[in-house]
Protein backbone atom coordinates (compact mmCIF):
# COMPACT_ATOMS: atom_id res chain seq x y z
CA UNK A 1 0.00 0.00 0.00
CA UNK A 2 1.14 3.39 -0.99
CA UNK A 3 2.40 5.52 1.93
CA UNK A 4 4.04 8.76 2.68
CA UNK A 5 7.71 8.61 3.95
CA UNK A 6 9.60 11.08 5.69
CA UNK A 7 13.18 11.70 6.43
CA UNK A 8 15.52 11.91 8.79
CA UNK A 9 13.08 9.97 11.29
CA UNK A 10 15.11 12.45 13.85
CA UNK A 11 16.97 15.42 13.65
CA UNK A 12 19.17 17.16 16.14
CA UNK A 13 20.42 21.02 15.26
CA UNK A 14 21.54 23.55 17.16
CA UNK A 15 19.74 27.03 17.81
CA UNK A 16 19.92 28.96 14.66
CA UNK A 17 21.31 26.49 11.91
CA UNK A 18 19.53 25.80 9.01
CA UNK A 19 17.48 22.53 8.54
CA UNK A 20 15.57 20.57 5.81
CA UNK A 21 12.81 18.04 6.38
CA UNK A 22 12.60 15.89 3.57
CA UNK A 23 9.29 13.94 2.25
CA UNK A 24 7.98 11.47 -0.34
CA UNK A 25 4.06 12.13 -0.64
CA UNK A 26 2.33 9.10 -2.38
CA UNK A 27 3.22 9.56 -5.94
CA UNK A 28 -0.44 10.21 -7.45
CA UNK A 29 -1.59 13.23 -5.27
CA UNK A 30 -1.59 16.77 -6.21
CA UNK A 31 -1.74 18.14 -2.62
CA UNK A 32 0.81 18.65 0.24
CA UNK A 33 0.66 19.50 3.66
CA UNK A 34 2.95 20.49 6.70
CA UNK A 35 2.19 20.05 10.68
CA UNK A 36 3.72 19.58 13.57
CA UNK A 37 3.10 18.56 17.36
CA UNK A 38 5.02 20.48 20.22
CA UNK A 39 5.31 16.86 22.82
CA UNK A 40 2.00 17.54 24.56
CA UNK A 41 0.32 19.64 22.89
CA UNK A 42 -2.02 19.32 19.85
CA UNK A 43 -1.44 18.94 15.86
CA UNK A 44 -0.75 22.21 13.99
CA UNK A 45 -0.99 23.13 10.72
CA UNK A 46 1.89 25.08 9.05
CA UNK A 47 1.19 24.94 5.47
CA UNK A 48 -0.51 23.45 2.58
CA UNK A 49 0.72 23.41 -1.12
CA UNK A 50 -0.40 22.65 -4.69
CA UNK A 51 0.57 23.53 -8.01
CA UNK A 52 4.16 24.80 -6.70
CA UNK A 53 2.32 27.49 -4.68
CA UNK A 54 1.31 27.81 -1.11
CA UNK A 55 -2.37 27.41 -0.78
CA UNK A 56 -2.65 28.62 2.86
CA UNK A 57 -0.19 28.91 5.67
CA UNK A 58 -1.24 29.55 9.66
CA UNK A 59 0.71 32.31 11.42
CA UNK A 60 3.30 30.06 12.36
CA UNK A 61 4.51 29.23 9.13
CA UNK A 62 6.56 32.94 9.18
CA UNK A 63 9.44 33.56 6.69
CA UNK A 64 11.92 31.75 8.73
CA UNK A 65 9.84 28.55 7.22
CA UNK A 66 9.81 27.83 3.59
CA UNK A 67 8.37 24.93 1.49
CA UNK A 68 9.59 23.58 -1.95
CA UNK A 69 9.13 20.43 -4.29
CA UNK A 70 12.42 20.28 -5.98
CA UNK A 71 11.71 17.45 -8.28
CA UNK A 72 8.58 15.64 -9.27
CA UNK A 73 8.70 13.42 -5.92
CA UNK A 74 10.24 15.44 -3.15
CA UNK A 75 8.29 17.64 -0.76
CA UNK A 76 10.77 19.91 1.84
CA UNK A 77 10.10 21.80 4.45
CA UNK A 78 13.03 24.37 5.38
CA UNK A 79 13.84 26.24 8.56
CA UNK A 80 15.89 29.22 7.98
CA UNK A 81 17.50 29.62 11.44
CA UNK A 82 16.05 27.16 14.03
CA UNK A 83 14.37 27.91 17.62
CA UNK A 84 14.08 26.03 20.52
CA UNK A 85 10.78 26.72 20.10
CA UNK A 86 10.64 24.78 16.96
CA UNK A 87 11.28 21.49 18.63
CA UNK A 88 8.89 19.15 17.63
CA UNK A 89 7.37 16.69 15.71
CA UNK A 90 6.52 18.09 12.27
CA UNK A 91 4.35 15.41 10.19
CA UNK A 92 4.26 15.41 6.25
CA UNK A 93 0.66 14.59 4.52
CA UNK A 94 -0.75 14.56 1.14
CA UNK A 95 -4.10 13.73 -0.63
CA UNK A 96 -5.13 13.06 -3.77
CA UNK A 97 -7.95 15.98 -4.21
CA UNK A 98 -7.91 18.65 -1.85
CA UNK A 99 -9.11 22.83 -2.50
CA UNK A 100 -12.79 23.57 -1.05
CA UNK A 101 -13.04 20.40 0.06
CA UNK A 102 -10.85 18.64 2.68
CA UNK A 103 -10.11 14.86 1.03
CA UNK A 104 -8.57 12.44 3.29
CA UNK A 105 -4.89 13.17 4.26
CA UNK A 106 -2.47 10.46 4.53
CA UNK A 107 0.48 11.15 6.97
CA UNK A 108 3.81 10.28 7.15
CA UNK A 109 5.11 8.82 10.39
CA UNK A 110 6.89 12.26 11.70
CA UNK A 111 10.67 13.72 11.83
CA UNK A 112 11.44 14.29 15.29
CA UNK A 113 13.14 17.80 15.52
CA UNK A 114 15.18 18.43 18.34
CA UNK A 115 16.68 22.16 18.52
CA UNK A 116 19.72 22.54 21.55
CA UNK B 1 -12.20 30.83 16.63
CA UNK B 2 -11.94 27.24 15.21
CA UNK B 3 -11.38 24.65 18.13
CA UNK B 4 -11.79 21.21 18.14
CA UNK B 5 -12.08 19.52 21.77
CA UNK B 6 -11.74 15.67 23.12
CA UNK B 7 -11.23 14.31 26.80
CA UNK B 8 -7.98 12.83 27.55
CA UNK B 9 -8.15 9.72 28.65
CA UNK B 10 -10.23 6.35 28.40
CA UNK B 11 -9.64 3.28 29.90
CA UNK B 12 -11.63 -0.22 29.00
CA UNK B 13 -11.91 -3.59 29.25
CA UNK B 14 -10.77 -6.25 26.42
CA UNK B 15 -14.32 -7.27 24.76
CA UNK B 16 -16.08 -3.37 25.89
CA UNK B 17 -16.81 -0.85 23.41
CA UNK B 18 -15.08 2.10 23.54
CA UNK B 19 -16.96 5.82 22.84
CA UNK B 20 -14.34 8.27 22.19
CA UNK B 21 -16.30 11.94 21.87
CA UNK B 22 -15.23 15.18 20.21
CA UNK B 23 -16.63 18.62 19.90
CA UNK B 24 -15.74 21.19 17.57
CA UNK B 25 -16.73 25.27 16.63
CA UNK B 26 -16.74 25.71 13.44
CA UNK B 27 -16.58 23.17 10.42
CA UNK B 28 -16.86 23.49 6.46
CA UNK B 29 -19.00 20.86 5.23
CA UNK B 30 -17.13 18.61 4.40
CA UNK B 31 -15.24 15.15 5.60
CA UNK B 32 -14.82 14.94 9.40
CA UNK B 33 -12.28 12.24 10.19
CA UNK B 34 -10.24 10.12 12.96
CA UNK B 35 -6.94 9.27 12.97
CA UNK B 36 -4.87 7.02 15.28
CA UNK B 37 -1.65 7.39 16.79
CA UNK B 38 0.63 3.98 18.26
CA UNK B 39 3.42 5.01 20.23
CA UNK B 40 6.47 6.11 17.94
CA UNK B 41 4.54 5.84 14.99
CA UNK B 42 2.87 8.86 12.73
CA UNK B 43 -1.12 9.32 12.32
CA UNK B 44 -3.17 6.27 10.35
CA UNK B 45 -6.48 7.97 8.82
CA UNK B 46 -8.44 5.26 10.62
CA UNK B 47 -11.94 5.83 9.31
CA UNK B 48 -14.27 8.98 8.22
CA UNK B 49 -17.60 10.26 8.04
CA UNK B 50 -19.19 12.54 5.06
CA UNK B 51 -21.00 15.68 6.87
CA UNK B 52 -24.26 14.78 5.64
CA UNK B 53 -24.64 11.55 7.31
CA UNK B 54 -25.33 10.95 10.95
CA UNK B 55 -23.84 7.44 10.72
CA UNK B 56 -20.88 5.21 9.17
CA UNK B 57 -20.18 1.68 10.28
CA UNK B 58 -16.83 0.30 9.59
CA UNK B 59 -16.34 -2.95 10.55
CA UNK B 60 -15.86 -2.78 14.38
CA UNK B 61 -16.05 1.13 13.74
CA UNK B 62 -18.69 3.77 14.28
CA UNK B 63 -18.79 6.90 13.57
CA UNK B 64 -21.59 8.92 14.76
CA UNK B 65 -22.45 12.83 13.95
CA UNK B 66 -24.67 15.22 15.55
CA UNK B 67 -24.30 18.50 13.29
CA UNK B 68 -26.65 20.46 15.49
CA UNK B 69 -24.64 19.74 18.41
CA UNK B 70 -21.44 19.94 17.19
CA UNK B 71 -20.70 16.31 18.17
CA UNK B 72 -18.38 13.64 16.41
CA UNK B 73 -18.06 10.28 18.12
CA UNK B 74 -15.79 7.01 17.42
CA UNK B 75 -17.27 4.34 18.91
CA UNK B 76 -14.66 0.61 18.63
CA UNK B 77 -16.86 -2.08 19.03
CA UNK B 78 -14.87 -5.80 20.84
CA UNK B 79 -12.17 -3.52 21.85
CA UNK B 80 -8.81 -5.62 21.88
CA UNK B 81 -6.10 -4.52 23.46
CA UNK B 82 -3.91 -3.73 19.87
CA UNK B 83 -6.34 -1.05 19.39
CA UNK B 84 -4.23 1.13 22.40
CA UNK B 85 -3.57 3.90 20.84
CA UNK B 86 -4.24 7.85 20.93
CA UNK B 87 -7.05 9.13 18.47
CA UNK B 88 -7.55 12.19 17.00
CA UNK B 89 -9.91 13.58 15.71
CA UNK B 90 -9.55 16.34 12.81
CA UNK B 91 -12.17 18.40 11.73
CA UNK B 92 -11.63 20.73 8.35
CA UNK B 93 -10.95 24.52 8.80
CA UNK B 94 -13.40 26.97 6.69
CA UNK B 95 -10.60 28.22 5.08
CA UNK B 96 -10.10 26.36 1.34
CA UNK B 97 -6.66 25.64 1.70
CA UNK B 98 -6.98 22.04 3.22
CA UNK B 99 -6.43 22.63 6.48
CA UNK B 100 -7.44 20.43 9.52
CA UNK B 101 -7.92 21.15 13.00
CA UNK B 102 -7.00 18.42 15.08
CA UNK B 103 -8.51 17.81 18.94
CA UNK B 104 -5.86 17.27 21.51
CA UNK B 105 -6.47 13.48 21.36
CA UNK B 106 -7.90 10.81 23.44
CA UNK B 107 -5.45 8.01 25.03
CA UNK B 108 -7.43 4.84 25.02
CA UNK B 109 -5.94 1.95 27.48
CA UNK B 110 -7.41 -1.13 26.69
CA UNK B 111 -7.08 -3.61 29.76
CA UNK B 112 -6.79 -7.65 29.44
Known amino acids: EPEVTQTPSHQVTQMGQEVILRCVPI?????FYWYRQILGQKVEFLVS????????KSEIFDDQFSVERPDGSNFTLKIRSTKLEDSAMYFC??????????????FGPGTRLTVT | GEDVEQSLFLSVREGDSSVINCTYT??????LYWYKQEPGAGLQLLTY?????DMKQDQRLTVLLNKKDKHLSLRIADTQTGDSAIYFCAVPSYNQGGKLIFGQGTELSVKP
Open chain 2, 49 to 53: IFSNM
Open chain 1, 27 to 31: SNHLY
Open chain 1, 93 to 106: ASSERGGAISYEQY
Open chain 1, 49 to 56: FYNNEISE
Open chain 2, 26 to 31: DSSSTY
